[in-house]
T-cell receptor, first 113, second 109 residues
Framework: GAVVSQHPSWVICKSGTSVKIECRSL??????MFWYRQFPKQSLMLMAT?????????EQGVEKDKFLINHASLTLSTLTVTSAHPEDSSFYIC?????????FGPGTRLTVL | GIQVEQSPPDLILQEGANSTLRCNFS?????LQWFHQNPWGQLINLFY???GTKQNGRLSATTVATERYSLLYISSSQTTDSGVYFC???????????FGTGTRLKVLA
């Protein structure tokens, strides 16, 4: 089946630094990828839709200047959390659309100290 | 936007018991998937079921799209079934998946 990978699987950083998370579709091309955020004991919340070759579209309440998304190729989308703060600590999951379905990555756990 | 509610929010079962998890959605959908989120956070796809009924071992699922709900059945539950179960729907006209509120299941030995 289709596989989506994320890198890194976990990251710890200091407050004020920026962190980049990669999402790759390994065996299929994805013109559309999605980024979700999950806080402890909560559901997954859609943050943004990443479209290859165009600007991402963000859900209401998500700061586009803080969460920079780049979808540079049909197999790679990146999420950069800029000037991270402790409240940005969360579990970030990406998904990629292919074969009429969505396939989810294993997630990246971000801890900001 | 579309609302997705799951019930019950929490469920405790004795090993060997059966259970039914429900997912209600507020609008028509293109797709629906059921997931089990493991302790490490990874989403394990259980069923892709926009309509109809499917079975996979001890698990089965039914979606009645016209009435806007889906059910996940777990039979002869095992401790390894513990975790959080999510349904997610792709609303018509978009490719966005909206996740339900989740059901946290604990199976006791």
């Amino acid at each position: 089946g289709a596989v989506v990978s994320q890198h890194p699987s976990w990251v710890i950083c200091k407050s004020g630094t920026s962190v980049k998370i990669e999402c790759r579709s390994l065996d299929f091309q994805a013109t559309t990828m999605f980024w979700y955020r999950q806080f402890p004991k909560q559901s997954l919340m859609l943050m943004a839709t990443s479209n290859e070759g165009s600007k991402a579209t963000y859900e209401q309440g998500v700061e586009k200047d803080k969460f920079l998304i780049n979808h540079a190729s049909l197999t790679l989308s990146t999420l950069t959390v800029t000037s991270a703060h402790p409240e940005d600590s969360s579990f970030y999951i990406c998904s990629a659309r292919g074969q009429g379905k969505q396939f989810f990555g294993p997630g990246t756990r971000l801890t900001v100290l | 936007g579309i609302q997705v509610e799951q019930s019950p929010p929490d469920l405790i079962l004795q090993e060997g018991a059966n259970s039914t998890l429900r997912c209600n959605f507020s609008d028509s959908v293109n797709n629906l998937q059921w997931f089990h989120q493991n302790p490490w956070g990874q989403l394990i796809n259980l069923f892709y079921i926009p309509s109809g009924t499917k079975q996979n071992g001890r698990l089965s699922a039914t979606t009645v799209a016209t009435e806007r709900y889906s059910l996940l059945y777990i039979s002869s539950s095992q401790t390894t079934d513990s975790g959080v179960y999510f349904c997610a729907v792709e609303s018509s006209g978009t490719y966005k998946y909206i996740f339900g509120t989740g059901t946290r299941l604990k199976v006791l030995a």
